[in-house]
């Protein structure tokens, strides 16, 4: 289930709606998908007053539910996860410090970044999960952990041994974590 973020689209799509249902202080209503998905989808369209005045907002669903209130119950317990991660992607990824002049290498830029987190994220649940670095998030892993110079020491194709500069503070912690992750652990 997803969003839409065109407030014309959604203008657009409620003058097609021909029943509105009332839920929690505002109406839904269904209408038939505007464009070809390429798969099943249902669209639902969301009218509510603002200031005497209507605003309305759309939806694009995959699910099959019975109704459009139990859809908008769902929607609306999903919680900010989306909301929670941008926002410490783009802190902790630097994202709004740069931008790309051409379409192309901003494109780039942004797959760049969808690797980096999910890179992090692996990172976080595979060595960090259950450590003194577990409320470490994105920011904090890049600049106190990642930025730490040391070196990871190969014996053949092998980890042998990670050396990190010792007076720093979480050397020793992130250390025998770098190994867990390298071992695979």
Same mark, same amino acid.
């Given at each position: 289930? +997803?969003?839409?973020?065109?407030?014309?689209?959604? /203008?657009?799509?409620?003058?097609?709606?021909?029943?509105?249902?009332?839920?929690?202080?505002?109406?839904?209503?269904?209408?038939?998908?505007?464009?070809?998905?390429?798969?099943?989808?249902?669209? &639902?369209?969301?009218?509510?007053?603002?200031?005497? +005045?209507?605003?309305?907002?759309?939806?694009?669903?995959?699910?099959?539910?019975?109704?459009?209130?139990?859809?908008?119950?769902?929607?609306?317990?999903?919680?900010?996860?989306?909301?929670?991660? &941008?926002?410490?992607?783009?802190?902790?990824?630097?994202? /709004?410090?740069? #931008?790309? #002049?051409? =379409?192309?290498?901003?494109?780039?830029?942004?797959?760049?970044?969808?690797?980096?987190?999910?890179?992090?994220?692996? =990172?976080?649940?595979?060595?960090?999960?259950?450590?003194? &670095?577990?409320?470490?998030?994105?920011? #904090?892993?890049?600049?106190?952990?990642?930025?730490?110079?040391?070196?990871?020491? &190969?014996?053949?194709?092998?980890?042998?041994?990670? /050396?990190?500069?010792?007076?720093?503070?979480? +050397?020793?912690?992130?250390?025998?974590?770098?190994?867990?992750?390298?071992?695979?652990?």
């Amino acid at each position: 289930m +997803a969003k839409g973020m065109s407030h014309s689209r959604a /203008e657009a799509l409620s003058r097609r709606v021909s029943r509105w249902d009332v839920y929690e202080g505002a109406w839904l209503g269904e209408v038939k998908p505007p464009v070809d998905y390429g798969r099943p989808v249902r669209v &639902f369209v969301k009218r509510r007053l603002k200031d005497g +005045a209507f605003v309305h907002s759309y939806y694009v669903l995959t699910l099959s539910l019975p109704s459009k209130g139990l859809f908008m119950a769902k929607y609306d317990a999903r919680g900010g996860a989306e909301v929670e991660q &941008f926002r410490n992607d783009k802190s902790g990824l630097s994202l /709004e410090a740069r #931008r790309k #002049r051409s =379409f192309l290498g901003q494109k780039g830029y942004i797959l760049l970044t969808d690797l980096a987190h999910n890179l992090l994220s692996d =990172f976080y649940h595979r060595a960090l999960v259950g450590t003194r &670095f577990d409320n470490f998030g994105p920011k #904090r892993i890049v600049r106190d952990l990642l930025t730490m110079p040391g070196k990871l020491v &190969f014996e053949g194709d092998r980890l042998s041994r990670v /050396e990190l500069l010792t007076q720093k503070q979480f +050397a020793g912690d992130l250390a025998i974590c770098l190994e867990r992750y390298c071992s695979g652990g």
